[in-house]
């Protein structure tokens, strides 16, 4: 089962782990990209996250209120950002709109949010790559497409659209990944049953779509929370594995 995290390091009764990075080197010239759910973006530099004592945990972001950090990244300063809001909204834009900053400042605005929007998730990719963006809604649907159907825009801005909106019960974004050929995205309910579903085996649809729906939400509860099943090879190459 391995070794509790409270073990290395103290964990607040209010916090949970969203994201653990192996890092071989603080030295090298890469950032640290945080993204909160409130739309607020951070970037820092890595060796500002090199400490001395590995027990006492620092402040990688200022907070306000009650908002959360969503997902972190490692990037190298050249990479495309992606982010998804709850109503079905995404923007795109290259990561040199976010400047770097010291790590105990709370980030700029990410994206316009309007009340009671929030981020659902921010993911980054190489600038010159063409990612598949993998969708999947509160009502169990899932869809796929191609980072080709958006325009790369400027940070804060509203996005597009990535849904098709009804008028009676509309779907809403529970969780929004990029995706490779071999990756499996597990959906979870709020009757707390899982699914696990395989991305490319969706045809890629248009952002005016709603989906193929994979969660029978009337009798197995909405779908609350998602992610990609962990791939060992996607950090260590396997000449590297011990």
């Not at 990075?21 to 603080?26: A, E, G, H, N, S």
């Not at 045809?203 to 791939?231: C, I, W």
């Amino acid at each position: 089962m391995g070794q509790h995290i409270a073990s290395l390091v103290s964990v607040g009764k209010d916090e949970k782990v969203i994201k653990a990075i192996p890092v071989r080197d603080f030295e090298q010239e890469q950032y640290v990209m945080s993204i909160t759910k409130h739309g607020m973006i951070k970037k820092s530099n890595l060796a500002d996250y090199k400490v001395q004592r590995y027990n006492r945990p620092i402040v990688g972001m200022k907070l306000k209120g009650d908002d959360e950090v969503v997902n972190v990244h490692i990037t190298d300063g050249h990479q495309g950002v992606f982010l998804t809001s709850n109503s079905g909204y995404g923007l795109w834009y290259h990561e040199s709109e976010v400047n770097p900053i010291g790590i105990k400042a709370g980030g700029v605005k990410s994206m316009n949010l309007k009340d009671e929007e929030y981020i659902v998730n921010g993911e980054v990719f190489a600038e010159l790559s063409n990612p598949n963006l993998f969708v999947v809604t509160h009502r169990g649907a899932c869809k796929r497409m191609n980072i080709s159907q958006f325009e790369q825009g400027a940070r804060a801005k509203r996005g597009l659209i990535m849904l098709k909106e009804l008028k009676r019960n509309p779907h809403r974004i529970a969780g929004f990944h990029v995706v490779g050929e071999d990756e499996t995205v597990v959906l979870e309910t709020e009757k707390e049953e899982t699914h696990s579903v395989l991305p490319f085996e969706f045809k890629e649809q248009s952002r005016q779509n709603n989906g193929s729906f994979v969660v029978d939400s009337d009798h197995q509860g909405k779908v609350t929370d998602t992610y990609v099943e962990a791939q060992y090879t996607k950090y260590f190459p396997d000449d590297e594995q011990s």
